[in-house]
């Protein structure tokens, strides 16, 4: 598996993309197969070491939206960490149901604008989701 990783505090040049070992799943977790990953200001302030998140060395990232291994399920979720990485273990608590015609690019972003009080107007049909 792949995920972007900060091996120290800085700016953009820190992140790489690199192999890391696949995420073991403890009880009420479930692993999902990431389609698609949030960007914002707090993947900015772990990154930068702001005291905000993870500290290196670490997979950066806290939202995102994919599928549930073995399940099939589309989810989107929020606080979730290492979440940019191909595949992330999940407290099943903090994943929400994708609606059919709602892409997990557009399921995403819905999530973080919710959470940050955007005053963007997500589509109806995705609003079901978050």
């Not at 009880?27 to 500290?55: H, K, M």
């Not at 399940?71 to 149901?97: C, F, H, K, M």
Request: with cysteine.
């Amino acid at each position: 598996m792949h995920a972007v990783v900060f091996e120290r505090n800085g700016g953009p040049e820190v992140l790489d993309y690199k192999e890391v070992p696949d995420p073991s799943p403890r009880d009420g977790q479930v692993l999902v197969d990431v389609e698609a990953v949030g960007i914002n200001f707090r993947d900015v302030y772990e990154r930068e070491g702001r005291d905000y998140g993870s500290r290196p060395p670490a997979i950066i990232g806290v939202e995102g939206a994919g599928t549930v291994v073995g399940t099939g399920e589309r989810v989107a979720w929020i606080n979730v960490l290492q979440s940019y990485a191909e595949r992330v273990a999940a407290d099943r608590d903090q994943l929400v149901p994708i609606p059919d015609g709602v892409s997990s690019e557009v399921a995403t972003p819905i999530r973080s604008r919710k959470a940050t009080g955007s005053s963007s107007t997500p589509p109806p049909a995705a609003s079901a989701c978050c």
